[in-house]
């Protein structure tokens, strides 16, 4: 399993050095985000961004789940979020389920902040809005880490 903080923790204190020492420009900051959110959706978010590490950080001592999800949900404040977000439907790598692994636990819709604000979204059940295509969902990937039978992947395929 992937740790996402982890790996968030270093890209984001590396990303912050290099922008820094190199002066690099927002514009380029976007430019890069949007290419990534091209390939990736919204992966910059919650996997390597500066700011979304602090945030992420203040939110956990607001020690209220509630807010944290709140936040995360309504993300759109910064253009790499609002454009990557976008970029969701139609990015080369997305989430998808294998229907014939699925056994319906609805542990992948417990875990995700979107289906738990708007259940008009799931990730299993036939006829509902995809969460993982919205521009709400940030590839926090917690609902793969939690099925229990690998039915849901990142995948290009
Ligand atoms: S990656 Fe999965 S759990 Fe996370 S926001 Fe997207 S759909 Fe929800
Ligand atoms: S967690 Fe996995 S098995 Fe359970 S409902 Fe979601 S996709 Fe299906």
């Not at 204190?13 to 290099?18: A, D, H, K, T």
Request: glycine share 6%; charged share 20%; with cysteine.
């Amino acid at each position: 399993m992937i740790k996402r903080k982890s790996v968030q923790a270093v890209f984001a204190i590396s990303f912050y050095l290099v922008a820094s020492y190199f002066q690099i420009s927002l514009v380029y900051i976007i430019l890069f985000g949007s290419v990534l959110g091209i390939i990736f959706g919204k992966v910059f978010c919650r996997w390597m961004c500066p700011i979304g590490y602090v945030m992420e950080l203040m939110m956990k001592f607001s020690k209220s789940d509630e807010k944290s999800s709140l936040y995360q949900y309504h993300k759109l404040g910064c253009p790499i979020a609002w454009i990557s977000g976008y970029l969701n439907k139609m990015s080369f790598f997305k989430i998808k389920i294998d229907h014939d692994k699925c056994i319906d636990c609805g542990k992948c819709d417990d875990t995700c902040y979107i289906t738990n604000f708007n259940k008009d979204s799931s990730l299993f059940k036939e006829g509902k809005i995809d969460p993982a295509a919205s521009y709400k969902c940030s590839r926090c990937m917690d609902c793969i880490t939690v099925c229990p039978v690998d039915a849901l992947s990142f995948t290009n395929k």
